[in-house]
RNA sequence: GGCCGAGUGGCAGAGUGGCCAUGCAGGGGACUGCAAAUCCCCGUACGUCGGUUCGAUUCCGGCCUCGGCCUCCA
């Protein structure tokens, strides 16, 4: 079945075809480590890591980088106000972050390449760009010139007239024209630098992800993505740069953007402040959970994060899990996800649908008598799950991750479990009664199944 | 100001020219000692005004509202 995506270039969904099936390759931009990444820093990790899991489906191999950005100037600023080099603040923020995505069950990357170890692959970029007539230096600085780009402007859709008129650009006397960006600045002694063609200095925000593509997937790369915040002038000036240094080689196959995710339907953002940090969203709810919430809505669409969209995630997972665990017994056979799940899939990552056919799935394994249709049923279910990034673990353990350890006392609850059952096998009902509201003040919450009475914490 | 998006039932959120999204919450039923879980059924949803059409939530146009980018930003 064909893989459909929506490239932002062209404005419409395409065909994925790879340049090359056996080697694809895809860039997502990811975090600069200066702090706690936020929930909408998570949000195309998480949808970029269920394309990856597509790709890896279908491709033999697939490269994928995501890149972690360890030098800019508010890594400086948080380092100075520490007191303590860059590195210091980039290790630590980098190690948060995966193991915040790691919790969210986003594939580690084939390749994460940190800005500050390509630092010789951007000055030689550079230096292709001055030689090919599209930068300049003066006064210590390298700058693109962007009227040496005739297609300027063409991911963005704002042309050379409309971005002066906007004004907002900063028009340093030396720049030749007001559009032109930096490729490589200055730094003062006092702030992290290396040396240059062009004097001690540092690169421009740009030129570290042209660079890093070049060096590990090459001049043409298949996918390109990140937030629709980068569209310009992030991936606006990286089209520019990278396809001017190459000649005029097309840079990338398809341009994808994930939309936002807001607060109170305004964009959630470290300058608004309206943040909520994913390692704080996890102290308090599971991460399939918050993933299962980012994926609820689809990929290029606002998505409005509350309590109560969180919350409505984990009980549908409850329910997921709980159709799992009625089949713990049953071994699944090996199958491939439903059809209708991964055309959903491949209709430009519609997730929300494809949650729907995990719905049926569900549904029909919790409906089926049939210990061999189970089996089907719940490899189906698993599979599809693969490929979504969910329903991985064993329900048990699903069930068991809720803070219940923490807030009861497990042997405790055992006791009064065993004591109803007493009860209850005496028909003694008023008295099971009296031990499960015993239990419910507790927040415990007792089921009794076919094969026993099982137990959850209530919300 | 320029350029983009979006407005769907209590909530979240897909999608479609005429019929079902799906989930969460809620109501009814089955099952159960009772619960819970599960299954079945239910609620007359598509911002607004016009146009095209036999028929529009879906296409076209105006309007209103909201959000985003144009500056660091996923």
Known sequence: MPLTLYNTLSRRKELF?????????????????????????????????????????RYPLVVYARNITDVDDKINAAAKKDGVPIDVITSKFAKIWHDDMGAFNVLRPTIEPHATQHIPQMLRMIQDLIDRGHAYAVEGH??????????????????????????????APYKKDPADFVLWKPST??????DSPWGRGRPGWHIECSA?????????????????????????????????????????????????????????????????????????????ALRWAILSA?????LDWSDDSTLQAKRTLDRLYGALDQVADIEETDENPPEAFVAALEDDLNTPAAMAEIS??????????????????????????????????KPSDWFAAAPKAKLVDVAEVER???????ARKTRNFAEADRVRAALDNLGVLIEDRADGTKWRMKE
């Open 17 to 57: 075809t790879p340049a090359d099936p056996n080697r694809v390759t895809m860039y997502v931009c990811g975090p600069t480590v200066y702090g706690y990444t936020h929930v909408g820093n998570a949000r195309p990790a998480v949808v970029f890591d269920v394309l990856y899991r597509i790709l890896k489906d």
């Open 142 to 171: 390298v700058l693109f010139h962007v009227p040496s780009f005739e297609k300027y402007g063409a991911l963005s859709g704002r042309n050379r007239d409309d971005m002066i008129a906007g004004a907002r650009v900063e028009v």
């Open 189 to 194: 002694p006092d702030l992290p630098g290396w």
């Open 212 to 288: 890093m593509i070049d060096a590990h997937l090459g001049e043409t790369i298949d996918i390109h993505g990140g937030g629709h915040d980068l569209i310009f002038p992030h991936h606006e000036n990286e089209l520019a740069q990278s396809t001017c240094a190459h000649g005029g080689t097309r840079f990338v196959g398809i341009w994808m953007h994930n939309g936002f995710l807001t607060m109170n339907r305004e964009k959630m953002s470290k300058s608004v402040g309206n943040i909520i940090s994913s390692n704080e969203a996890l102290k308090s709810t599971p991460g399939e």
């Open 298 to 302: 689809h990929y290029r669409q606002p």
């Open 360 to 393: 049926a799935l569900a549904r029909a394994l919790n409906s089926s008598t049939d210990a061999a249709e189970k089996a089907k049923l719940k490899g189906q279910l698993l599979a599809a799950g693969a490929l979504m990034g969910v329903l991985q673990q």
């Open 416 to 422: 009064l479990i065993a004591a109803r059952n007493e």
